[in-house]
């Protein structure tokens, strides 16, 4: 095992979007994003919006010193920021950790770039980092994100009961996926075909 890898976020470059390094400088990106869409609005989200940017990146680079967490900026097939995304509870030990702490503009969702992203992000943890396990995770009343991890191929495994309290005080049960390694090389075929499929329309 590489340890070093497990420290770097890398840039993965793909036909409808990249993914690179968080920066600071993204900020007014991230709150242009986020307002598309108003995504701080949706209480079973936890999109930072502009009055929390500030407590969200710095969280979210705390998490990287601490070797917990990789943010990434997610841009799309022009470059400009889109949204983001990250690993996170990064565990090399034992070769595991998740993806989450997603969130895009409207104006690119249902389009193939959450797609290639997973793509991408699954990818490199499974041949890259040689991870046996990625865990995905969403709120229970998160409809549309249980439909959209179901559709790459996850396993749902269960439902932690109380799992986090939300900003607003509601107590939120998490829905936890996972997909393992010996089931990647199905995943990356479905996720090749949905992307095929979504470029010939």
Known sequence: MNAARWAETPTLAGRHVTLRPLARE?????????????????FYSLAPGPQTIDLWMEAAFREKEQGRGLPFA?????????????????NPGNRRLE??????????????LNTEAKLMLLGHAFETLGCVCVQIRTDWFNKPSQRAIERLGAKKDGVLRGQRIMPDGRVRDTVVYSILDH???????????????????
């Open 26 to 42: 993204d900020r007014d990106a991230l709150v242009e994003a986020v307002s598309d869409g108003r995504l701080w609005e949706l």
């Open 74 to 90: 997610v841009l799309d097939a022009d470059g400009r920021v889109a949204g983001s995304t990250r690993y996170l509870r990064i």
């Open 99 to 112: 993806i989450g702490g997603t969130f895009y503009a409207r104006r690119v969702q249902r389009t193939g």
């Open 183 to 201: 089931e990647w090389r199905g995943v990356r075929q479905n996720l090749e075909m949905m992307l095929a499929r979504g470029e010939q329309r």
